[in-house]
Every structure is written in C-alpha cells, then in structure tokens.
Nanobody, 125 residues
Framework: QVQLVESGGGLVQAGCSLRLSCAAS????????MGWFRQAPGKEREFVAA????????YYADSVKGRFTLSRDNAKNTVYLQMNSLEQEDTAVYYC??????????????????WGQGNQVTVSS
C-alpha cells in the first residue's frame, strides 16, 4: 500500500506564492510519474501538472503554465509543486497522485492509482 501525504497549503493573497509537497511511502517512488490535480467547489477535478519518473519531463495545464513548477526529489520520495503569482481562480483542493497506467493520457485522473488526501489552497483578493 502506498501513502501520499500532502502539505503546504493554506490561505494567501493573490500574487503570492505557495509550495505544496507530496511525500510518498514505499521503495518504488522513483519508478513512477507523478501528477497534481485540483478540484474547486462545484467543479470537476482537473489536471494541473505531471512529472516523469526521472523528473526530466514536466507537463502543465495551460492555466498554470509559466506560474507553477513541478519538481521531484527521488532520494526523498517527494514531489514539489511551486505555485507563484497565485490567482483567485487557483483556489481549490489540490491532490497529488501516482501515475500507474501509462496507456491513459496523463491529464486523465484514471491514469493514476494512488491519491493523497487533498490540501486546501485558498487565494484571496
């Protein structure tokens, strides 16, 4: 069983920054790509960013491109989502997830098998 534990969320003003962390249990972390999704009230869960197992490739939703940076430290079993220039539209619960099914597009939540508990990010005006 894999556990993903997120941290780093909170309440910030628009224009500020936050960094989310996602720590994974187990010894196979470095074999898997990882992703972040978010879900705002009344909306479906949407893709935010993904990173390959080695960290050499990253992918971003258009809405966060240029503002968010996803990285990973395989020695620490952790992925980091650096969020800069936050906007009110970024307010959501953020989830990290492990990508298990590579035959499914990485923006599709069904491509992922394990999920974190979710971390609230609230951006005020």
């Amino acid at each position: 069983q894999v556990q993903l534990v997120e941290s780093g969320g909170g309440l910030v003003q628009a224009g500020c920054s936050l960094r989310l962390s996602c720590a994974a249990s187990g010894r196979t972390f470095s074999r898997y790509a990882m992703g972040w999704f978010r879900q705002a009230p009344g909306k479906e869960r949407e893709f935010v960013a993904a990173i390959s197992s080695s960290g050499g490739n990253t992918y971003y939703a258009d809405s966060v491109k240029g503002r968010f940076t996803l990285s990973r430290d395989n020695a620490k079993n952790t992925v980091y989502l650096q969020m800069n220039s936050l906007e009110q539209e970024d307010t959501a619960v953020y989830y990290c997830a492990r990508r298990a099914y590579t035959y499914i597009n990485y923006v599709d939540p069904t491509s992922y098998d394990y999920w974190g508990q979710g971390n609230q990010v609230t951006v005020s005006s």
